[in-house]
């Protein structure tokens, strides 16, 4: 799992702990999974915090230790286009 993988987990755990919590029960839980559910939620996005912050360098291309797969990624998550080399936009 990459870091938009755990980003994208943890906006789903948070929805469906808010869903268990308020009584909808989306998939057959009880709503005392809620705070598990929460606590999943949490963990993904501090994976997903983690490895967005290995994304040190805001130009295309040298992002150290990260792919370009996943550094497209990361920029098709975070709803941002990456800086091209030489500073053009």
Known sequence: MNGPHHY???ERLA???ERCARGENPVRMPAAMAP???QLATAHATLA???ATAMQAP???AEPGMSAPEAVAWHQTAGVMPIK????A
């Open 8 to 10: 994208r987990e943890a």
């Open 36 to 38: 598990t559910l929460a």
């Open 59 to 61: 130009v295309e291309g």
């Open 85 to 88: 080399k030489g500073g053009d």
């Open 15 to 17: 929805r469906l702990a």
């Open 49 to 51: 915090l983690t490895a």
